[in-house]
């Protein structure tokens, strides 16, 4: 398990203090109920080996349909929050919520993808696929955010964009390349969480962020486990193993430096107690935001946001791995 | 990652001085365009045209207009001023971020065939030229490497190129042709999406325009970052563009597509490219946009901060130059 591993855990109880790789018997899920997004018989089957079969654990517990949704930690982390709807442009997308809040004494600007509890729901919220709709709304209340030097909380769960007529109609792809420019240079502190699946372009979009942080169980990866099985083999059935070969899972992440937080969860997932999954959220977005906040504070104001763009920017730009020279 | 048979290009690599397209070495599309030694027969109407002519016409069918793929040199060469081009960083090709191996399909491996079959190092080749005369950076994507995927060494040539944009204070030209991101480097490709978008706002502050021509297919993570955010949107006719590919949109939706979808032609009239434009008529237009761009006012330089150099992750490290 990376050294790296961050966070006051001390707020979890006792038995939620273990290393994250090894997964004591307690991390064995609990009967999953069948999730809706995906055909059944990609669930049932068999992994190949103990990392696959871990991982797809993980895929599993960061799908479960009752695991905390965008506005479940919204309502629990926040004192106060006016959900905001529309992107001025065409219509308002359910997949992608957002609105003005208070965090711990501070007005903020939220939003982030949310997916259903229940078929009905999902429905209603496309399975947390948002339309171009829902990341111009995402845009609206970025710029929003850096009108009034309000920071930014984004909560990242989705499958991906949603692939549709529509969605090409009205260029989904434009919309999520604008708001990763427009991220890149926002003038206010950004955090952004992935809850649950983070999945492609799609999550990325409201991914671009001074620090990135993954719950235990989350996954974030260029497209999801089926989508990549079916590109790499042609076969969506090898989902699981391709999700072990992609490697998508926090720790992963943290090990390839690309986010700063894994966000412990309690045992067996943060749908098993979701207060103490969204207080753990809490403490680590107090804590970044406080860290951001502060190096926002030392000296000339212009000068302290240029820095902080700057070290945004460096943080995306240094990502990559290459070589370079006559062939070894 | 030892190859043969492919040596480093130099800086000063010229194949402008070839004459023909024809001696430049094109592995055809296998069951597209039928090429014998003396016709080419039009993958769209069938129409056979003497191959010279074909080659004169920069691969569009003369009948039909219908635009084939390039490979990247054809390209610059309906581009460029002839002999001007200057490749940079030629030499770089890509890691294995995730030690990929799995049901057959090993990353280092595939990356080796891959480089010796297309000839190039990566999916995106960058480097410089004059258009008429004027100075412009070129970044074009080959589809013939991995589907020109986005991994990190196009990322980061595609920054490199911005940098020395920024630096000659140069406009910048991309060719997109791409099934998107990287499915090899994982979440290293997905992120190479949010690294070039933030690099193109650095071009932007400075006042230096971006160009984006948009050829067949051009799809995904490339379609969803620097080739969608440039001053000027440029399409082929006929070029496939879209983020989800057609085959999944009607598995996932069930929606029957109409015979246009995705066409730059789609594009153009949903407002999401600025022009259509046919191959032949490229090099006109460019040469307008950079002459008239030219004329913006330069800013002062933007206070530039010396940042620590992050520390590269353990899997980074044997990667470090």
Same mark, same amino acid.
């Given at each position: 398990?990376?050294?790296?591993?961050?966070?006051?855990?001390?707020?979890?109880?006792?038995?939620?203090?273990?290393?994250?790789?090894? +997964?004591?018997?307690?991390?064995?899920?609990?009967?999953?109920?069948?999730?809706?997004?995906?055909?059944?018989?990609?669930?049932?089957?068999?992994?190949?080996?103990?990392?696959?079969?871990?991982?797809?654990?993980? $895929?599993?517990?960061?799908?479960? *349909?009752?695991?905390?949704?965008?506005?479940?930690?919204?309502?629990?982390?926040?004192?106060?929050?006016?959900?905001?709807?529309?992107?001025? &442009?065409?219509?308002?997308?359910?997949?992608?919520?957002?609105?003005?809040?208070?965090?711990?004494?501070?007005?903020?600007?939220?939003?982030?993808?949310?997916?259903?509890?229940?078929?009905?729901?999902?429905?209603? &919220?496309?399975?947390?696929?948002?339309?171009?709709?829902?990341?111009?709304?995402?845009?609206?209340?970025?710029?929003?955010?850096?009108?009034?030097?309000? *920071?930014?909380?984004?909560?990242?769960?989705?499958?991906?964009?949603?692939?549709?007529?529509?969605?090409?109609?009205?260029?989904?792809?434009?919309?999520?390349?604008?708001?990763?420019?427009?991220?890149?240079?926002?003038? $206010? +502190?950004?955090?952004?969480?992935?809850?649950?699946?983070?999945?492609?372009?799609?999550?990325?979009?409201?991914?671009?962020?001074?620090?990135?942080?993954?719950?235990?169980?989350? @996954?974030?990866?260029?497209?999801? *486990?089926?989508?990549?099985?079916?590109?790499?083999?042609?076969?969506?059935?090898?989902?699981?193993? #391709?999700?072990?070969?992609?490697?998508?899972?926090?720790?992963?992440?943290?090990?390839?430096?690309? @986010?700063?937080? $894994?966000?412990?969860?309690?045992?067996?997932?943060?749908?098993?107690?979701? #207060?103490?999954?969204?207080?753990?959220?809490?403490? #680590?977005?107090?804590?970044?935001?406080?860290?951001?906040?502060?190096?926002?504070?030392?000296?000339?104001?212009?000068?302290?946001?240029?820095?902080?763009?700057?070290?945004?920017?460096?943080?995306?730009?240094? @990502?990559?791995?290459?070589?370079?020279?006559?062939?070894? | 990652?030892?190859?043969?048979?492919?040596?480093?290009?130099?800086k000063?690599h010229?194949?402008?001085?070839?004459?023909?397209?024809? !001696?430049?070495?094109?592995?055809?599309?296998?069951?597209? /365009?039928? %090429?014998?030694?003396?016709?080419?027969?039009?993958?769209?109407?069938?129409?056979?045209?003497?191959?010279?002519?074909?080659?004169?016409?920069?691969?569009?069918?003369?009948?039909?207009?219908?635009?084939?793929?390039?490979?990247?040199?054809?390209?610059l060469?309906?581009?460029?001023?002839?002999?001007?081009w200057v490749e940079i960083n030629a /030499?770089?090709?890509?890691?294995?971020?995730?030690?990929?191996? !799995?049901?057959?399909? %090993?990353?280092?491996?595939?990356?080796?065939?891959?480089?010796?079959?297309?000839?190039?190092?990566?999916?995106?080749i960058t480097g410089y030229g004059?258009?008429?005369?004027?100075?412009?950076a070129v970044a074009v994507?080959?589809?013939?490497?991995?589907?020109?995927?986005?991994?990190?060494?196009?990322?980061?040539?595609?920054?490199?190129l911005?940098?020395?944009?920024?630096?000659?204070?140069?406009?910048?030209?991309?060719?997109?042709?791409?099934?998107?991101?990287?499915?090899?480097?994982?979440?290293?490709?997905?992120?190479?999406?949010?690294?070039?978008?933030?690099?193109?706002?650095?071009?932007?502050?400075?006042?230096?325009?971006?160009?984006?021509?948009?050829?067949?297919?051009?799809?995904?993570?490339?379609?969803?970052?620097?080739?969608? =955010?440039?001053? %000027?949107?440029?399409?082929?006719?006929?070029?496939?563009?879209?983020?989800?590919?057609?085959? =999944?949109?009607?598995?996932?939706?069930?929606?029957?597509?109409?015979?246009?979808?995705?066409?730059?032609?789609?594009?153009?009239?949903?407002?999401?490219?600025?022009? =259509?434009?046919?191959?032949?008529?490229?090099?006109?237009?460019?040469?307008?946009?950079?002459?008239?761009? !030219?004329?913006?006012?330069?800013?002062?330089?933007? =206070? %530039?901060?010396?940042?620590?150099?992050?520390?590269?992750?353990?899997?980074?490290?044997?990667?470090?130059?």
């Open positions: 398990m990376p050294a790296k591993m961050r966070g006051n855990r001390s707020l979890l109880p006792s038995q939620a203090r273990r290393p994250l790789r090894k +997964p004591a018997p307690a991390l064995t899920p609990p009967p999953i109920e069948p999730v809706t997004v995906l055909p059944l018989e990609v669930q049932t089957i068999p992994a190949t080996s103990d990392e696959t079969s871990e991982t797809w654990k993980r $895929v599993q517990l960061a799908r479960h *349909p009752q695991r905390p949704h965008t506005l479940d930690y919204i309502k629990r982390l926040c004192t106060d929050f006016v959900e905001m709807h529309g992107d001025r &442009r065409y219509g308002d997308d359910q997949a992608l919520v957002g609105g003005l809040a208070e965090f711990e004494g501070r007005s903020v600007f939220v939003l982030g993808q949310q997916k259903g509890s229940d078929t009905k729901e999902n429905i209603a &919220r496309n399975f947390g696929m948002p339309t171009p709709e829902g990341y111009r709304k995402a845009l609206r209340l970025m710029e929003q955010a850096e009108k009034f030097g309000f *920071p930014l909380l984004c909560f990242i769960d989705t499958p991906g964009a949603y692939p549709g007529l529509q969605s090409e109609e009205r260029s989904v792809a434009q919309a999520i390349a604008e708001n990763l420019l427009v991220m890149s240079q926002l003038r $206010v +502190p950004i955090i952004s969480i992935v809850i649950g699946e983070g999945g492609s372009g799609g999550a990325l979009a409201i991914g671009v962020a001074d620090r990135l942080l993954m719950l235990e169980n989350s @996954i974030y990866s260029v497209a999801s *486990p089926e989508a990549s099985a079916s590109i790499l083999w042609r076969d969506a059935a090898k989902a699981p193993l #391709a999700a072990a070969t992609m490697k998508i899972t926090a720790p992963d992440l943290l090990g390839f430096g690309i @986010i700063d937080e $894994v966000v412990p969860e309690p045992d067996g997932g943060a749908h098993t107690e979701p #207060a103490l999954a969204a207080q753990a959220v809490r403490e #680590a977005f107090s804590r970044h935001l406080a860290e951001l906040e502060a190096a926002l504070a030392e000296g000339d104001r212009e000068t302290a946001i240029e820095r902080m763009l700057a070290t945004r920017y460096q943080k995306f730009r240094s @990502i990559g791995v290459w070589e370079e020279g006559s062939a070894v | 990652m030892k190859h043969a048979g492919m040596t480093t290009k130099g000063d010229t194949f402008f001085q070839k004459k023909t397209l024809k !001696s430049l070495t094109m592995p055809e599309r296998a069951g597209q /365009d039928e %090429v014998g030694d003396l016709w080419h027969k039009c993958v769209k109407c069938h129409e056979l045209t003497y191959i010279k002519e074909y080659e004169k016409n920069a691969k569009v069918c003369q009948k039909c207009k219908y635009h084939a793929r390039l490979r990247w040199n054809e390209r060469a309906c581009i460029l001023d002839e002999g001007s /030499d770089m090709r890509s890691g294995d971020p995730l030690g990929f191996a !799995s049901e057959g399909e %090993v990353y280092p491996q595939k990356a080796a065939s891959t480089r010796r079959k297309s000839g190039i190092n990566e999916s995106l004059t258009l008429e005369g004027q100075p412009l994507a080959d589809f013939a490497f991995l589907g020109a995927s986005m991994g990190s060494v196009f990322g980061e040539k595609l920054v490199r911005i940098d020395l944009c920024l630096e000659r204070r140069m406009p910048l030209l991309t060719v997109s042709a791409s099934g998107g991101a990287r499915m090899h480097e994982g979440i290293f490709g997905l992120m190479q999406m949010a690294k070039t978008t933030a690099t193109l706002a650095q071009l932007g502050k400075a006042r230096l325009p971006h160009f984006s021509l948009l050829t067949d297919p051009c799809y995904g993570g490339v379609t969803a970052s620097y080739a969608m =955010v440039a001053d %000027v949107i440029l399409a082929e006719p006929g070029a496939m563009i879209g983020f989800a590919g057609p085959r =999944v949109i009607e598995q996932t939706t069930r929606q029957k597509l109409p015979a246009d979808f995705q066409t730059a032609e789609f594009l153009l009239e949903h407002g999401m490219v600025d022009r =259509v434009v046919p191959r032949k008529e490229l090099r006109q237009i460019l040469s307008s946009m950079i002459r008239l761009y !030219s004329r913006a006012e330069v800013k002062a330089a933007p =206070v %530039v901060f010396t940042l620590p150099v992050r520390k590269p992750a353990p899997n980074e490290a044997r990667y470090a130059s």
